[in-house]
């Protein structure tokens, strides 16, 4: 098939000038407007602006033909980059592109962390612990009551406090198994807090002299707090390591149970294991929040991008996990 003939020049120049004419009333429009859409539209523009290819020469020599757009389309998808295969394509085709564009979002999350001040009581493990650690903002004020009682009690609860970054995409990039830390549904007391020495530790992993009952308690390290005399002193059988070993020690110790007061706030372990030793305490620090998560029903998707913006997750592995379903337990493929 030939190519088609050309616009005749007075016309070429009639269809110019209705261009320019259309564009400078539609800038007219936007200029002048205060309504919801013009706005929308204005930060739309400014986006496509900001993020314009033009505006900086290529490296890359143009494509000769068909075969090397397919090239360049096919390597952006062996990387993974499908929100710049898709930008690419639209190039090409001379439309606009994917939008929201990639760095951009409408809107801000609504799930979001905030910081709060960590506890770091004297002793050989302050060191080790972070000055500050992150809470999820619409978990923050059960776990600010959580805080205050544990503190009225003349206690502390160190907490480890590490960030939970996005796992990047890319070629056999899957997402991890579990998926309640990328939520921030996830939360790690300082290990260095507890099992060293029962005595002397903020935190220790006992149970009650004559129990069975294997729990996680904060030791009262200020008898003048408000509500100290609340925590009583007892027997108990706590775990202290080594490099080689754990065994419990008993004593009589002013230790305050956490998990009813943690549970209160939303968060929950499982039955913590018998340490090994130091380099094998096991899970006793770790803690989960599933409040709100729906057996069958609660999808990994409508949790994850209550927490980040569509292009983060479009450049994560976490992306694949989307339509995983919560079975009460994890998010698991449907």
């Known amino acids: 098939m030939s190519d088609p003939a050309p616009l005749p020049a007075a016309t070429a120049a009639a269809v110019t000038t209705a261009a320019t004419d259309v564009m400078s009333a539609l800038a007219a429009i936007l200029q002048s407007s205060v309504s919801p859409d013009a706005l929308a539209a204005q930060n739309l523009l400014l986006r496509r602006l900001s993020t ?10 143009v494509p000769r033909n068909i075969t090397e757009v397919g090239g360049y389309l096919n390597l952006l998808d062996t990387l993974g980059e499908t929100v710049m295969r898709e930008q690419a394509l639209a190039s090409a085709l001379g439309v606009a592109g994917p939008n929201p564009t990639p760095g951009f979002s409408p809107s801000a999350p609504v799930l979001y962390d905030v910081q709060r001040a960590n506890d770091r009581p004297a002793g050989a493990a302050q060191p080790t612990i972070p000055v500050q650690f992150s809470i999820r903002n619409d978990f923050a004020a059960a776990f600010d009551a959580a805080l205050k009682t544990i503190h009225d009690a003349g206690c502390a609860l160190p ?24 939520l921030g549904r996830a939360l790690d007391l300082m290990p ?55 065994a419990t020690v008993t004593a009589s110790r002013t ?13 929950y372990q499982k ?64």
């Open 52 to 61: 314009e290819g033009d505006v900086f020469s290529s490296r890359i020599p």
């Open 159 to 182: 907490i480890l406090g590490s960030p939970h970054p996005l796992p990047p995409a890319g070629p056999g990039a899957t997402p991890p198994a579990d998926l309640l830390p990328f």
């Open 192 to 246: 260095t807090a507890a099992l060293v020495d029962p005595d002397a530790d903020p935190l220790a992993l006992a149970q009650a002299t004559g129990t069975t009952k294997l729990e996680v308690v904060a030791r009262q390290l200020n008898a003048a707090a408000p509500n100290a005399a609340s925590v009583t002193a007892q027997s108990w059988d706590a775990y202290k390591c080594d490099a080689n070993a754990c």
């Open 255 to 267: 230790y305050l149970p956490l998990t009813p007061i943690l549970n209160a706030a939303g968060w």
């Open 271 to 334: 039955a913590p294991p018998v340490p090994a030793k130091l380099s094998q305490p096991g899970a006793w620090n770790h803690w989960i929040n599933v409040t709100g998560l729906i057996p069958n029903v609660s999808t990994f998707g409508d949790e994850i991008r209550q927490r980040v913006t569509p292009g983060e997750l479009a450049a994560s592995s976490l992306r694949d996990a989307v339509t995983w379903v919560w079975d009460g337990q994890g998010f698991k493929a449907a």
